[in-house]
């Protein structure tokens, strides 16, 4: 009897031990699964601003990869019928800026080496009452330039239209090809202007004169790269260059 009642013991035990997790209390049945939680979606101001940043990030890629792939001219020549010197403006008392200054240095020596026998200064009125122009061929004089070799852009208020300038007064004159001069960070959108133009050209970068800080540099940069993408979008398309003799003024008449 005791030999009988242990042997069913053993069985019971036997069972509840191969009895499935499932059949357990608090256990799920089997072939069920837990819901997968829902993920969130995002909100449409978060969609907004991931939009606008891909699509500013995609615009100074744009602008970047065109900078560096931006020609330095057309032509293997050496000379040239003309100097370009783009303007930067004055200080708020007349005198030329560093970076101002530098282009006309840049300008005065590529002269004194033969580059070209003649210098046009272009640029307007347009950070504050100076005229570019002015103010950067009083100072080319001052470097010993003769005034009857110098020609004024007074008008420009933007690369498009120094480049579109100097090249009228270029065509006044029959003059075919010129060396175009600006600072480094400028010169790439300038090209980019060039390519598009009737003429021969190259660039030349101006030096910097004296030490330029970092912050300086980084800051003209940024601000080149964000005029290269505005250039892109907008101004390529929207303000084709239009050669015109108005506004112009040649030939050393530089006025106040």
């Not at 060039?194 to 940069?221: C, F, I, K, N, Q």
Request: charge should be positive; charged fraction near 20%; proline fraction near 5%.
């Amino acid at each position: 009897m005791r030999g009988r009642n242990a042997r069913e013991a053993s069985a019971l035990s036997s069972t509840k031990a191969q009895k499935p997790m499932s059949a357990r209390k608090g256990s799920r049945p089997a072939g069920r699964r837990a819901a997968p939680k829902r993920r969130r979606r995002l909100g449409w101001p978060a969609r907004v601003i991931l939009a606008s940043t891909a699509v500013v990030l995609g615009l100074l890629l744009w602008a970047a990869g065109e900078r560096a792939l931006a020609p330095k001219g057309n032509t293997a020549q050496e000379h040239f019928d003309v100097l370009i010197v783009l303007g930067s403006p004055a200080d708020a008392d007349g005198n030329p800026s560093p970076a101002e200054l530098a282009s006309v240095t840049e300008g005065v020596n590529e002269y004194e080496r033969g580059v070209a026998p003649r210098m046009i200064f272009t640029g307007g009125a347009v950070k504050n009452r100076f005229v570019e122009a002015r103010v950067m061929a009083r100072t080319a004089e001052a470097q010993g330039i003769p005034e009857a070799a110098v020609f004024l852009d007074t008008a420009a208020r933007n690369t498009i239209q120094n480049s579109c300038n100097a090249l009228g007064i270029m065509r006044s004159h029959g003059w075919e090809s010129a060396e175009v001069i600006a600072s480094a960070n400028h010169l790439p959108r300038a090209a980019l202007i060039l390519s598009r133009l009737p003429m021969e050209w190259r660039v030349h970068a101006a030096a910097a004169l004296g030490p330029a800080g970092a912050d300086t540099s980084a800051y003209a940069t940024a601000v080149e790269m964000l005029k290269t993408v505005y250039y892109l979008v907008w101004t390529r398309q929207m303000e084709p260059c239009r050669v015109s003799g108005q506004g112009l003024l040649q030939g050393g008449a530089m006025g106040g």
